[in-house]
């Protein structure tokens, strides 16, 4: 017996907070159990986040399934990747602080009853989860499959498409308000002619409305900022909310039920969320001081700030960092220019995929008025079509990526590098990657 119930295409993390509501609400409504509806609700979202992350795009189909005379709720989540090369390794290892990339196949597996992967070379992967229903789960017809869609459909709208019709309704407000100031200035003009003694009058109020039009410009700016951040932290910050939430739970229910083994086995998954969640926090007050005014400068030299950004980052043993071999003394900002190399670095070492004779080099040459820094790896390289977006807020680098990017890192290093007048790009042509941005000159003390 197979009986379809709902598909659902995943592209963004909007698609992975949605997949993780259907799964909870159709398990719900089969008489699961409320310990594994989370389990399987968290066990679709991991995976559903991968093909986000790694992939970019997929779709997940949710079944009822008859085998052996025993009936499951079935999540099969499929894409078109270029598949996994090495199945038993993601599916075999054991949770690293260092290196996540992957874990989300096996915390899965851990929490469903049955679980299965099929991946082809450049032809994509397909995971299939079920979780058993009871012997007295609803016989699921056609009529009352409908049913439940038709509930769905009500209860469809998600706060970020709330928060878009908000911003709809304020810039239809402020288009009557533009048309109201139209009419205003043509009054103006008419006073004008009719009084000649307050023609200054008329143009400092002028003045005052292109102040105004210029607040108005701003107030849509800020609005477009909010609603890009409305986005991620409603779905990037409250995914791995819900992820917790459903934890708990599940380690709640192995408590109750004197599973002490399957418990221990949740804490790792926890961590793991707590974790993602933190970098994500710490990224968004990172960003947040990138565009702060009047920082004090300070005497900086550039070998000890280099030494304090990599002892920061624990730095893989196979991994060796070159600096350059002149000192350089600035009165600079030093915590811009720490983040800045914390930042580059940190992607350098995170996206490395040499496991021996790993390399990153930082340089520097003076031209002009600038001094030119590089900082040259031999990983994997960036892909041209992707060289273009990096620098952009909330894009990420899939290459050899752990899977925890905040997608806020190299937005931020822009932000600083062009806030002190520079710039900053990447080149890359196959292997390797050599990150170049500028910094004011005036600011050397000595060579």
């Known amino acids: 017996m197979l009986r379809s119930l709902l598909k659902i295409n995943i592209n963004n993390e909007l698609d992975v907070v949605l997949a993780y509501k259907r799964a909870k609400q159709l398990s719900e409504r089969l008489g699961i159990t409320i310990g594994n509806q989370t389990k ?32 499951y709720i079935e999540a099969i989540v499929a894409d078109r990747g270029r598949g996994l090369g090495n199945i038993d390794y993601f599916l075999n290892r054991e949770p690293n602080a260092l290196n996540t990339k992957g874990t989300g196949l096996a915390n899965s597996r ?25 012997h007295n789960a609803p016989t699921v017809t056609k009529a009352l499959a409908e049913e439940w869609m038709l509930e769905f459909d009500v209860d469809s709208v998600s706060p970020y498409a709330e928060i878009k019709r908000q911003n709809m309704q304020l810039l239809e407000v402020m288009d009557q ?40 410009a701003r107030l849509q700016d800020i609005n477009e900022d909010l609603d890009t951040f409305a986005h ?21 229910d192995c408590l109750n039920t004197d599973r002490v083994k399957e418990a221990k086995g949740l804490f790792p998954m926890l961590n793991q969320q707590t974790a993602r969640m933190d970098q994500f926090i710490m990224s968004i007050l990172a960003y947040s001081l990138a565009g702060r005014k009047n920082i004090t400068k300070t005497e900086t030299e550039l070998h000890a700030l280099l030494a304090g950004v990599i002892g920061l980052l624990n730095l893989p043993d196979h991994i060796k960092i070159s600096l350059p071999e002149k000192p350089l003394i600035l009165l600079t900002e030093s915590i811009l220019l720490h ?4 930042n580059l670095i940190g992607n350098a070492i995170k996206h490395h995929d040499l496991n021996q004779n790993a390399s990153i080099e930082v340089t520097y040459r003076l031209q002009d008025d600038w001094i030119y820094f590089s900082l040259q790896d031999n990983g994997p390289g960036i892909p041209p079509e992707s060289q273009g977006d990096i620098f952009n807020a909330y894009q990420t680098i899939n290459i050899n990526s752990s899977g925890n990017s905040t997608g806020l890192g190299l937005s931020i290093v822009k932000k600083i590098v062009t806030g002190k007048g520079g ?16 910094w004011p000159a005036s600011e050397i003390i000595q060579l």
């Not at 048309?179 to 009058?201: C, M, S």
């Not at 710039?423 to 500028?438: A, C, D, H, L, Q």
């Open 110 to 134: 851990k929490l469903v009853d049955y679980f299965n992967i099929e991946s082809e070379f450049e032809k994509g992967t397909r995971i299939t989860l079920r979780q058993r229903l009871p």
């Open 232 to 252: 991620t932290v409603s779905h990037d910050l409250r995914a791995p909310l819900q992820n917790i939430n459903g934890l708990s739970r599940a380690l709640e």
């Open 177 to 216: 308000l533009r048309e109201r100031n139209e009419v205003a200035e043509q009054q103006l003009l008419e006073i004008r002619r009719l009084n000649n003694k307050l023609q200054q009058t008329n143009l400092d109020i002028q003045q005052l409305l292109q102040e105004r039009e210029e607040q108005n």
């Open 423 to 438: 710039k900053i790009w990447v080149e890359s042509e196959g292997r390797g990657s050599r990150f170049m941005f500028t």
């Open 40 to 71: 399987f609700a968290t066990a679709v979202s991991e995976i559903c986040r991968n093909v986000v992350e790694h992939v970019g795009n997929g779709n997940i189909q949710f079944s009822i399934i008859e085998e052996q005379n025993v009936k």
């Open 339 to 342: 983040q800045v190399f914390s």
